[in-house]
């Protein structure tokens, strides 16, 4: 069955290390998406993907990098963590027919 | 402004009763709203969408209503099961927007107790 995985499912780290989030889906969706979620905030929007190549800034984008080399994989880079980023990540994919996002099941990240 | 508010924050009743989630949004053009499932430590399931043209939609003991006039939505649970035990995110996107231009809601928490 096609999936959306995320790696690791946790992760502390401390401040100014770069991090990076794994997100792989079978889907073959073009679309893919990284969120995060925090407590007294909906889902957020930090990066999304149309496609190889392609990516584009969300809401909360600053302090995060995506980089998408082929469909199946949108890495999520922290490229000097802050205890601001402690978080739950979610990574999302869809095939652009009726917009539905498939979720994985998130990575929990602690930065100390 | 773009805006998905929800209520109840969070909730609780008992197995077997009946319960009703509220969505009012200002988003506009309106496409389409979704309510998604999220169970605790998972990530968000779809559970049904709603187009302008549909005023209910049934998936199971959950049935969506949609008002866009009003720009409220609501998802009734019927005869609640602990598996209901959840929180429940309102998603609207909006017409024209690209695929990232979805406003979420902060979710309501769904607390079924035995």
């Known amino acids: 069955d096609a999936e959306i995985t995320q790696s690791p499912r946790h992760k502390i780290t401390e401040t100014g290390r770069q991090v990076t989030l794994a997100c792989h889906q079978t889907?073959?969706?073009?679309?893919m998406f990284w969120y995060r979620q925090d407590l007294g905030h909906g889902l957020r929007l930090i990066h999304y993907?149309?496609?190889?190549?392609?990516?584009n800034k969300g809401e909360v984008s600053d302090g995060y990098s995506v980089s998408r080399s082929n469909t199946e994989d949108l890495p999520l880079t922290l490229e000097s963590a802050a205890s601001s980023q402690t978080s739950v990540y979610f990574c999302?994919?869809?095939?652009?027919?009726?917009?539905?996002?498939?979720f994985g099941p998130g990575t929990r990240l602690t930065v100390t | 402004k773009n805006q998905v508010e929800q209520s109840p924050q969070s909730l609780i009743i008992l197995e077997g009763k009946n319960c009703t989630l509220q969505?009012?949004?200002?988003?506009?053009?309106?496409?389409?709203l979704r309510w998604y499932k999220q169970d605790t430590g998972r990530g968000p399931v779809s559970l049904t969408i709603?187009?302008?043209?549909?005023n209910t939609k049934s998936n199971g003991r959950y049935t969506a209503t949609l008002d866009a006039d009003t720009k409220q939505s609501s998802l009734h649970i019927t005869a609640s099961q602990l598996s209901d035990s959840a929180s429940y995110i309102c998603?609207?996107?909006?017409?024209?927007?690209?695929?990232?231009?979805?406003?979420f809601g902060k979710g309501t928490k769904l607390s079924v107790k035995p």
């Open positions: 999302a994919s869809s095939d652009g027919t009726d917009y539905e996002q498939y």
């Open positions: 889907w073959n969706h073009n679309n």
């Open positions: 993907s149309y496609g190889v190549q392609d990516t």
């Open positions: 969505c009012n949004y200002t988003v506009s053009p309106f496409s389409n």
């Open positions: 709603m187009t302008f043209s549909e």
């Open positions: 998603v609207v996107r909006r017409y024209g927007g690209s695929q990232g231009n979805l406003i």
